[in-house]
């Protein structure tokens, strides 16, 4: 700790210096000043913890620099040493925070007594501080998941929490009541060979990592927040607070920023803006729509809105037609005549001019009922099914190493 005396004689900052064991109280920097106005200097360079201070002084007087440490020093400690027995000397200093009052000529174990209540209150006043600090940081490390939570259940119930927009503009420090948002979503379900590789010990670290780069380009200008969707496996959502005509631009430098972090490219939907919180899961519905709508044979586009009907190609292949084939391959037992049924059906779905996540994930609906009837029939139920890849309600579809849908 430093401590500094203030005083105009001499005599007076060496008795101070000669009359305190500074060691023991854990000092170990005492600097002197003449006057009020050169203290000032010291203080705001050296930052001193007890400051020891005279009442009249050249310049500024106690008084005066009392009233400026109250301002620019608030956590230092000040003990007056005066020679002027003064009712509005001693009321000033009570009023001003300082720690006690000492009539010169100074008493030994008085000027100790009031380093030692000086010092104790400085070490409950750090530890109080540290104390707020670490409580802060444990706050600022669960906040995100709070946010996380808070948003994902306003998508699914947007009654969940009446307070919501008080709470996320104040949080948000946001300028005004929001009125509307836009949800865009940040999808896993087309992820490259790299990504999947990479982190596929930990995709909450894959999580926490996009979440952090999009939040990093959200924050400028407050322009939204990007949060873990926990009702999907493969999801990021970003809400944009009433900027539609902008979400495009934006989500574009996020896409850069990921591109270039991350040597990868991600799909983002986006949704059209309604009201918050109320209508924001048909904004989120909106993203998904346009995600699932995306053709995942070319991936010439990354970013994607919902498509007009018309321009929409319908796909006229089905995995069920192929059920009767299927039965008899499976029920065969032969893995050469199973092979050979799925590459015929692989050879159609090849000459298909557009493959969409809707087909890909109406394709997986057909495979659950097929199989749950096999299962059902050719074995009357006594098998179970224990586990199975597809068991999770996202699918992750394969990709080529450019990116691609691969059957």
């Known amino acids: 700790m430093k401590a500094l005396i203030v005083d105009d004689e001499k005599h007076v900052r060496d008795a101070i210096k000669l009359l305190v064991d500074w060691n023991s109280f854990g000092i170990n920097t005492v600097l002197e000043a003449e006057d009020g106005e050169s203290a000032m200097q010291i203080v705001a360079f050296e930052q001193p913890d007890l400051i020891f201070t005279d009442m009249m002084m050249p310049y500024r007087n106690g008084v005066e620099l009392l009233k400026w440490l109250h301002s620019h020093s608030p956590n230092s400690k000040t003990i007056v040493i005066s020679g002027h027995d003064d009712f509005e000397f001693v009321r000033s200093t009570v009023k001003l925070g300082g720690v006690d009052y000492i009539l010169k000529p100074i008493d030994r174990e008085q000027l100790e007594d009031a380093v030692n209540k000086a010092v104790t209150s400085l070490k409950e006043t750090k530890q109080i501080q540290e104390q707020q600090f670490r409580k802060s940081m444990e706050i600022n490390q669960f906040k995100p998941v709070f946010w996380d939570k808070m948003f994902s259940s306003l998508i699914t119930d947007p009654l969940a929490n009446p307070n919501i927009n008080e709470t996320v503009q104040m949080e948000f420090k946001l300028q005004h009541k929001l009125q509307k948002c836009s949800i865009a979503i940040l999808s896993f379900d087309m992820i490259e060979t790299s990504i999947r590789e990479k982190f596929n010990s930990s995709m909450d670290l894959l999580f ?40 495009e631009s934006i989500i574009h430098e996020i896409y850069e920023g990921i591109r270039n972090t991350m040597k990868a490219r991600f799909d983002f939907g986006i949704g059209t803006a309604h009201f918050f919180p109320a209508d924001l899961q048909l904004s989120y519905k909106e993203a998904k729509t346009a ?99 597809l068991k999770t309600n996202d699918f992750i579809a394969p990709m080529d190493e450019e990116g691609r849908f691969s059957l």
């Open 291 to 389: 995600l699932m709508q995306r053709d995942l044979l070319t991936r010439n586009r990354w970013i994607h809105r919902i498509r007009d009907k018309e321009y929409l190609i319908p796909t006229t292949l089905q995995l069920i037609d192929y059920e009767e084939q299927l039965r008899f391959a499976v029920r065969s037992g032969s893995e050469t005549q199973i092979k050979a049924v799925i590459k015929d059906w692989i050879k159609d779905a090849k000459l298909l001019p557009h493959i969409s996540m809707e087909q890909v994930e109406l394709w997986r609906h057909e495979y659950n009922v097929l199989k749950a009837r096999w299962l059902k029939h050719l074995f009357d139920g006594a098998i179970q099914e224990e586990s199975h890849p």
């Open 208 to 247: 926490y990592a996009l979440a952090n780069i999009c939040n990093e380009f959200l924050a400028l200008n407050n322009r939204g927040f990007a949060f873990r969707y926990w009702n999907s496996e493969s999801e990021i959502l970003l809400l944009f607070w009433e900027q539609p005509d902008e979400i």
